[in-house]
């Protein structure tokens, strides 16, 4: 299967000759601190070998843990995430209803809210980054885990509505980090579920309540009003204060010229190359067309962004391949 594509004139992604580790390098934090991805289909499985590959480049060194919601489709991928050498953790779906009162803007979402599990599952651990796996990571994140730099409770990326603005308030459920996650964070969560029907975009808005609520509790200084209802500046991790400008974004925003004054049609690829995520929104579909040497896009600026992570699913097939000595062929769901 023929995927690589001709891009004319586009300059190519910094490092595209990869020095990938075959394991990657972890140290020794006693288990306490992790990546995890939330698995619940097996349609995640190219981006999930994107994200591990493009963390093996930049030497992430904190274990990596897929997140597992047990049903035939997951089951049917595990051993390539096995291969991969990340740990899997799974949970056993909850039956339907049992989150009754958090109804999704979409369908598709409502199994997203076994991620409430995380509070519990990984109480015991020091920290957590919740990693969706429709990103790539250009540039380390391993700051997230020192408390010293960021002591709060929870962190998350800020979000971007309609690739017009960054809303003050409103986070992004892409990358979220989780302090000494516990049961008791769980069943407060449940209680504040218990209260009313929330209409949400995704379950990241019942994270944001439940540690702005907590935040509020412990009469945290820098919270201006007993009311607010979202984590404020210093509780939010937000991409305009932090020193490395740590940004995740959707894929249809990468080349606006409204956030982030690229040079349309051609498109900055310095401001691209500097961003330490890329965060490609609604990316199941578009991956297999990808994958199978469809040229997306429409300008060069976002050819630049797929083929980055085109790049990295190449690398990390190639290193399956070897463990399991036999091609494989992406279409939707596992490779055959």
Not at 96 to 114: D, L, T
Not at 220 to 231: D, S, V
Not at 308 to 331: C, D, G, V
């Amino acid at each position: 299967m023929k995927i690589d594509r001709d891009i004319g004139e586009l300059p190519s992604p910094k490092n595209t000759i990869f020095k990938t580790l075959v394991s990657p390098t972890i140290i020794n934090t006693n288990g306490k601190e992790a990546y995890v991805f939330f698995i619940a289909s097996d349609d995640v499985l190219p981006g999930l070998m994107v994200m591990e590959n493009s963390l093996r480049r930049v030497n992430a060194t904190r274990k990596r843990i897929a997140f597992v919601v047990s049903n035939v489709k997951t089951e049917a991928i595990l051993p390539f995430i096995e291969a991969m050498n990340i740990e899997i953790v799974k949970i056993t779906p909850k039956p339907s209803g049992f989150y009754k009162n958090y109804q999704p803007e979409y369908e598709r979402w409502k199994v997203i809210a076994n991620r409430f599990e995380m509070l519990h599952v990984f109480e015991g651990y020091n920290r957590i980054i919740a990693l969706d796996t429709d990103m790539i990571v250009q540039k380390s994140v391993e700051e997230l885990f020192d408390e010293h730099i960021w002591p709060q409770e929870f962190l998350a990326a800020t979000d971007n509505i309609g690739c017009l603005q960054t809303t003050p308030g409103i986070i992004n459920g892409g990358l979220m980090v989780f302090t000494r996650p516990t049961k008791e964070m769980y069943h407060e969560l449940m209680s504040i579920l218990d209260e009313r029907v929330y209409v949400l975009g995704g379950d990241q808005w019942l994270f944001q309540l439940l540690f702005s609520r907590r935040a509020i509790a412990k009469k945290k200084k820098y919270l201006k009003t007993e009311n607010i209802i979202y984590p404020v500046k210093d509780h939010v991790y937000w991409s305009s204060t932090l020193p490395s400008n740590v940004i995740a974004f959707t894929h249809r925003c990468i080349c606006n010229t409204t956030i982030y004054k690229m040079d349309e049609p051609t498109g900055d690829f310095e401001k691209i190359d500097k961003l330490h995520i890329l965060h490609f929104i609604s990316f199941i579909q578009d991956q297999y067309r990808l994958i199978n040497g469809e040229k997306l896009g429409n300008h060069k600026c976002l050819y630049y962004a797929y083929d980055l992570w085109l790049n990295n699913f190449k690398e990390m097939r190639i290193l399956l391949e070897q463990k399991f000595q036999r091609p494989l062929n992406f279409s939707h769901g596992q490779p055959m």
